[in-house]
């Protein structure tokens, strides 16, 4: 095959998928996923590099050697940095319209929500802030948040685990100098915000820097913001002094949503996104919360989602049903996420009142009560139809179920007590 500048890109990239295979993810993606050809001439292949440590290391594990190895012709194989403004987006600077007037607060993250608000007005009597959860539970919206009241009267500096890993590399390979100035930027903020921490697992020199802007920090009483997937007592390559500091300060979860406080994030993300939300109603939203709620970044793209098909479809009205057709290639689970059993069974217990009364024609009114929080509960989390619920009650007919769900949805609107201890008994359902 004749080499050029095309055909030579093109095996480049081939290179770089194989070596995805046999090298550690942070060497993959930082230097060796975002190394480029650029030009081919009198048998000199540059590439280039967002930075001399990209370049480096890729020296350094002979990636110039294998990928000659790999065309079997003799080439050169040359590293070079690429122009500042080549350079890909920086993480270190999220552009971001993150605020905490647009995050729902509710039992999962009002822990965190607070320590944030305390962290921007200056009062976290804490220093060290140490958030985790699962990913996707709004951590980074928070660390945003904070960063986006950056001003002269309160300074801040976030930074991505990714960023920071990077930035070190290359300051390690400088001069003293400028490693000193590069920890003091850190100690003239109010507050240093960390995100995706557990990256940073066994990188000793790395952490060996982290270590010293935080025991800095800590002299200095700059809060200090870590966000992980992971408890500090569950990450990762960190030397036992950095999991102790870690562990010194607040550690905070966030939780995954609760029904309510998702079914408010998805209104939330149905008034950004559709210009006719109206015509989604509470059961469509419902279902999205319960299917979605335990990653809010993939609640937001299945609002996205429903935006295009209704952009497609103006007339179709979206119904639980359609749901399945619109999220039909994404392997959801739309079924039911409990046994209607569990459900009664539940409610009954709740409700002090047997199963078998529960289920009867029995018109005492604790039984009656019962019987319609199960009713509304059994169509607000399963796929079954008011028919066949009100057959599982020994109704007459279906307008039994649809009046019992009504009622409840009524009384709920009308009592916040009541709604919060139907929530109760629905997340108990769901979690137990």
Request: charged share 30%; net charge positive.
């Amino acid at each position: 095959m004749e080499l050029n500048l095309n055909n030579l890109a093109l095996i480049w990239n081939e290179f770089i998928q194989e070596q995805k295979k046999e090298r550690d993810a942070f060497f993959w993606t930082q230097y060796l996923n975002t190394a480029r050809v650029q030009s081919y001439k009198e048998k000199t292949l540059q590439i280039t590099t967002p930075s001399q440590a990209a370049a480096t290391q890729l020296k350094q594990e002979g990636i110039d050697n294998l990928f000659v190895n790999k065309l079997q012709t003799e080439i050169k194989i040359k590293f070079v940095i690429q122009a500042k403004h080549e350079t890909t987006k920086d993480l270190s600077h999220p552009k971001t319209k993150s605020t905490l007037k647009n995050v729902v607060t509710g039992p999962f993250n009002k822990a965190a929500y607070d320590i944030a608000q305390k962290i921007i007005e200056q009062k976290n009597e804490w220093g060290i802030v140490f958030i985790y959860s699962e990913p996707g539970l709004g951590k980074t919206h928070l660390l945003n948040s904070i960063y986006k009241k950056n001003s002269a009267n309160f300074k801040v500096i976030y930074k991505h685990a990714n960023n920071f890993g990077t930035e070190v590399v290359e300051l390690l390979n400088k001069i003293l100098d400028e490693i000193q100035n590069y920890k003091k930027n850190f100690a003239e903020k109010n507050a240093i915000l960390f995100d995706d921490l557990q990256i940073l697992g066994e990188r000793k020199k790395t952490n060996e820097i982290l270590f010293q802007i935080i025991n800095k920090a800590q002299e200095l009483k700059t809060d200090l913001v870590f966000a992980s997937d992971k408890h500090p007592e569950d990450l990762f390559g960190f030397d036992a002094r950095l999991i102790s500091r870690f562990l010194s300060g607040l550690v905070i979860k966030i939780d995954y949503p609760d029904i309510k406080s998702a079914k408010e994030i998805v209104k939330q993300k149905i008034k950004q996104t559709i210009s006719n939300p109206q015509i989604l109603d509470d059961e469509v939203i419902e279902t999205i919360a319960r299917v979605f709620r335990k990653d809010i970044r993939k609640m937001e793209g299945a609002v996205k989602q429903m935006a295009f098909s209704i952009e497609q479809k103006p007339t179709n009205k979206i119904t639980p049903e359609s749901l399945k057709q619109i999220f039909s290639d994404a392997k959801l689970n739309f079924d039911d996420k409990v046994s209607a059993r569990k459900i009664k069974s539940i409610v009954a217990k709740h409700f002090s009142v047997t199963y078998a009364s529960l289920i009867s024609n029995s018109r005492k009114k604790e039984v009656v009560q019962a019987r319609y929080v199960a009713i509304y509960l059994l169509r607000s989390l399963t796929n079954e139809s008011h028919i066949m619920i009100a057959r599982q009650f020994n109704a007459r007919n279906h307008t039994t179920a649809v009046n019992a769900t009504k009622k409840i949805r009524e009384k709920m609107k009308q009592n916040p007590e009541y709604e919060k201890e139907i929530n109760l008994i629905k997340e108990k359902c769901l979690n137990d």
